[in-house]
């Protein structure tokens, strides 16, 4: 079981795009290089740092082209719509833009609105996923049973060698 | 050494050092702080925050904290004492001192390696020259080294040549003396103060761009506290709000505000006239109006006719009794929404031109909405709180943090407080007047806050004693009326510590001088007539004209402030 | 009834609050101990006696409940030391290799043992990671900050900091550190971390 603060981790690891207000050279990281870095200039920076330069008041953040009310309102639209999973705008769409809308809303246009439909959109994503739980007859259960109990059984072999 | 350029000066030289923050126990200096936290944090430069209350706890703190620190910034303290004198620091340490208190100390001033003061550029000070205060010693030593290198036959041959150039000499020197002396009494005779700390640093964080609204917000706060501690006068206040609205405008009007609204979640900081009433939004209009220096003092509500009078003025806005001691926040709606018009409009009718001040408001999230006026007034109640669980430090601590948005509900406490001390600015005014415990003596009027009433405890903080005596003397003079009282000063006790029998001391300049340059001259007195009497009085409030004093000493010390004033 | 004092012994781990360890029960340990070592000696017996003599059936049944009863004082003696060795280990990432008295008080002799090879070990892998080795118990939650703001609750006196330079931690003054450096501190309760 991951905890969220490392689901959240790994989604730091995203690029964003930001407008610096500083002049810097090129940094070179083990994920790869990033800048450098000219006042005004937009450039991708991972999320972590884009975060981190906004909090200390040196960048603007882009926002991604997705968090846009349109979008959103559409994406929300084929969701409802639509009996299985829509693919999503990005796989850590719920994290970034909890990260965004925390740190930059500023930067956000309409940042309330985009909020409500990031909301919107994860509830019923949510409510697929228990739903699809539910409502289950015996022989769809027990198709399933092998596996899932077959995975309990091999996570329990793990957990007994770590120990 | 004065410094203008922050940034240059100041900040690029401390940038990536570690840093002792010495902050006294008032709001400018909190929000200073406030503000050069959020630049240290934007930077990544470590700081140590220790608060200080006095003279001896800056001497203290410096002490336990300085070792290997070179870099020393001190907010609201220090700038009127002899640093170097008090503190006796290594040669390689750097004071860098925002301090509003003025006038600032001479040696501060010409010390170039180790005491920089960071000033507003637009202040004046009034400086006297340098070679008027401070002799050149070197050049002294100088001639008379030269006197005895000379042989001792020549010497006597040229005796009288040279006693003439000795007496001549010595004159000028006396001269100069005297001049001295009396371009310092010039200099130091008023206490007053500058800019405040606050917009500063304020200044700074603009200059840097890394300013944002919640900074700007500190810095109203810091500049609204000066007002309400009548620290500055309208004047000065006035023109440093019209340079924040200029910051307010640019953070917060954007471009086509109405196709993309800002989050509810940021802060919106906005221009708006205040009524000076006190925390009239959190209270109810009849309580707020009762318990404000401005509306109490002017409709003379000591007395029946003044209360009468009060109602008078209610019905005149239009306004039921009932409602006006309803709490605002639960008054009818088209009452809420009028009152501030209405009440600017019979105010007029009643002699109250002044009621209200151009100040600013804040908002985030739905739930909290502030004005500058009224957190001020929270923070210093937080500072000032008497709640004897508390140490002096954790009082500081407290009102620090009810400054950031994470720990707004410690403003809620504050608000809280500070009704329950004006409260007790109140009644003990009333009791005062009531008892007749105003008394002149002669160039000066007094008042002692008994012992043991219920409100005296309030009266062992600083800032409150002087509300009290500010509220004192405003309504003493108004009350009767007297051309006399009008131009007098008024010093009032409080008990500080009973076990102890120290009394708490301060001093407030007359009216008219208090509205228009907001200076005091009870510093110096207060030391020359403790001098003369060898009374035992300790001055260790970085504000001059705040003393503790044995209590039994206390008419001794004040026989000598009558002969002194007079 | 047997098998309730073992229970017992369960309740008492389970009802300790969160990151507390209760003290080790050497009483309850040992009458759980008593009552299997008693049911034991009455299944020997009933064995005995069932083996010389025919027609003693009856007390087989009697024999499996006890055993059945004996089995389940094990497993919650067994759950009971695992679980508190679970405790004590999540106890080494969060204070280090030396722990508050008031815990180590609480400890049996044994696990005293246990917890100072266990910190022996952890400390020598720690040791031989990377070139000069990584502490594997800071930053447990990914950092979001380089440096936090703490404020001091007591007195600790001069602390070094990792460039060497000395930081004196007294009541109520407050400081802009390294958060790796003020973890421990923290969870010594010696700072309090302050939101900004």
Not at chain 2, 108 to 129: C, R, T
Not at chain 2, 249 to 261: A, L, T, V
Not at chain 2, 404 to 421: A, F
Not at chain 2, 489 to 501: C, H, I, K, R, Y
């Amino acid at each position: 079981m991951m905890d969220p603060a490392e689901v959240e981790f790994l989604a730091e690891k995203e690029l964003v795009t930001i407008v610096p207000n500083f002049s810097h050279n090129k940094l070179y990281l083990i994920s790869g290089d990033i800048g450098p870095f000219n006042p005004g200039l937009p450039l991708d920076v991972p999320l972590w740092l884009a975060v981190n330069l906004k909090q200390r008041q040196k960048c603007r953040i882009q926002p991604p082209e997705w968090m846009d009310v349109e979008t959103l309102e559409a994406k929300k639209q084929e969701e409802k719509d639509s009996a299985v999973f829509e693919s999503v705008m990005n796989p850590h769409f719920m994290e970034i833009s909890k990260l965004l809308l925390t740190h930059a809303a500023d930067d956000i246009t309409n940042a309330d609105e985009v909020h409500a439909l990031i909301k919107d959109l994860w509830d019923i994503r949510a409510a697929k996923l228990r739903q699809s739980l539910d409502n289950l007859s015996l022989m769809e259960i027990n198709t399933i049973r092998p596996f899932l109990t077959q995975a309990l059984d091999n996570m329990h072999t793990l957990k007994m060698n770590s120990m | 050494m004065l410094i203008n350029d922050i940034r240059l000066q100041f900040y690029d030289k401390i940038i990536h050092k570690r840093v002792l923050l010495l902050v006294s126990h008032d709001v400018d200096a909190l929000c200073a702080c406030k503000i050069l936290q959020a630049l240290f944090h934007c930077d990544h430069i470590q700081y140590t925050i220790v608060a200080v209350a006095g003279k001896q706890d800056l001497e203290r703190a410096f002490l336990e904290h300085s070792e290997q620190l070179e870099f020393v910034v001190m907010i609201n303290c220090g700038g009127n004492i002899d640093l170097i004198e008090l503190l006796q620091p290594e040669e390689n340490v750097v004071f860098y001192i925002c301090d509003s208190h003025r006038p600032i100390h001479l040696n501060n001033v010409f010390n170039d390696s180790q005491v920089k003061m960071l000033v507003n550029s637009g202040d004046e000070f009034n400086l006297p020259a340098y070679e008027d205060v401070i002799r050149n010693e070197e050049s002294d030593e100088d001639d008379s080294g030269n006197e005895s290198d000379e042989p001792s036959g020549k010497r006597r041959r040229f005796d009288e040549a040279t006693l003439e150039r000795k007496m001549e000499k010595r004159r000028k020197r006396r001269e100069w003396e005297q001049n001295k002396e009396r371009i310092m009494y010039d200099y130091d005779e008023f206490s007053f103060y500058g800019t405040a700390a606050s917009l500063v640093m304020y200044d700074l964080a603009w200059k840097l761009s890394k300013d944002t609204n919640d900074l700007l917000w500190w810095a109203i706060t810091g500049l609204t506290s000066q007002l309400i501690a009548k620290r500055i006068d309208r004047e000065k206040y006035v023109s440093d709000v019209t340079e924040l609205n200029r910051h307010v405008s640019r953070h917060n009007h954007r471009g086509n505000e109405d196709e993309c609204p800002l989050s509810v979640n940021s802060m919106k900081i906005s221009f708006v006239p205040e009524l000076q009433l006190t925390l009239y939004k959190h209270w109810s209009l009849f309580e707020s109006l009762r318990h404000s220096a401005y509306t109490a003092c002017t409709l003379k509500l000591w007395t029946l006719k003044g209360q009468k009078k009060l109602n008078e003025f209610l019905a005149d806005m239009g306004l039921p009794l009932a409602q006006s001691k309803q709490k605002f926040s639960a008054m009818d709606v088209e009452f809420k929404d009028n009152v501030k018009d209405w009440l600017e409009t019979s105010a007029k009718k009643f002699g109250l031109d002044n009621i209200s001040v151009p100040s600013f408001q804040v908002q985030f999230g739905f739930k909290h909405k502030y004005c500058a006026l009224d957190v001020a007034f929270a923070v210093d109640a937080l500072l000032e709180s008497v709640n004897t669980s508390k140490s002096a430090e954790e009082r500081f601590m407290e009102a620090l943090d009810c400054l950031s948005r994470t720990y707004i509900d410690k403003l809620e406490d504050g608000l809280d407080l500070c009704k329950q001390q004006m409260m007790g600015v109140v009644n003990q005014v009333q009791s005062l007047l009531d008892m007749k415990k105003v008394v002149s003596a002669g160039p000066f009027l007094y008042a002692f806050v008994p012992d043991g009433t219920p409100g005296s405890k309030f009266f062992s903080r600083p800032n409150c004693l002087m509300t009290l005596g500010r509220f004192t003397l405003e309504a003493y003079v108004k009350l009767y009326n007297r051309r006399k009282a009008r131009n007098l000063p008024l010093v009032v006790t409080a008990p500080l510590d009973f076990e102890n029998g120290t009394s708490l001391v301060v001093g407030i300049p007359p009216l008219p001088e208090l509205e228009q340059a907001s200076r005091n001259f009870f510093g110096k007195a207060f030391e020359q007539a403790a001098e003369k009497t060898g009374s035992r009085t300790l001055h260790d409030n970085f504000e001059p004209s705040v003393v503790i004093m044995r209590t039994e000493d206390r008419s001794k010390f004040f026989d000598a402030l009558i002969s002194l004033l007079q | 009834m047997y098998g309730d004092k073992a229970l017992e012994l369960i309740l008492e781990l389970k009802r300790a609050a969160e990151g507390s360890l209760p003290p080790y029960n050497e009483d309850g340990i040992r009458q759980v101990l008593e009552e299997t070592s008693v049911l034991y000696d009455q299944n020997q017996a009933d064995v005995l006696r069932e083996s010389s003599m025919t027609g003693a059936e009856s007390l087989l049944s009697a024999v499996q409940f006890r055993h059945t009863c004996l089995e389940r004082n094990q497993r919650c003696l067994l759950a009971y030391l695992h679980n508190r060795l679970e405790i004590i280990k999540e106890m080494r990432w969060e204070f280090g290799s030396v722990l508050p008295p008031d815990i180590k008080n609480n400890m049996s002799e044994q696990e005293s043992q246990w917890f100072n090879k266990y910190s022996k070990s952890l400390a020598s892998y720690m040791r031989s990671l990377g070139e000069e080795g990584l502490d594997l118990t800071q930053d447990r939650k990914p950092p979001k900050n380089l440096f936090i703001q703490v404020r001091c609750l007591r007195d600790f006196g001069e602390f070094e900091t990792e460039d060497g330079s000395m930081v004196v931690l007294k009541k109520n003054s407050q400081h802009f550190l390294l958060r790796s450096q003020c973890e421990p501190l923290i969870r010594q309760g010696i700072l309090e971390h302050i939101l900004s």
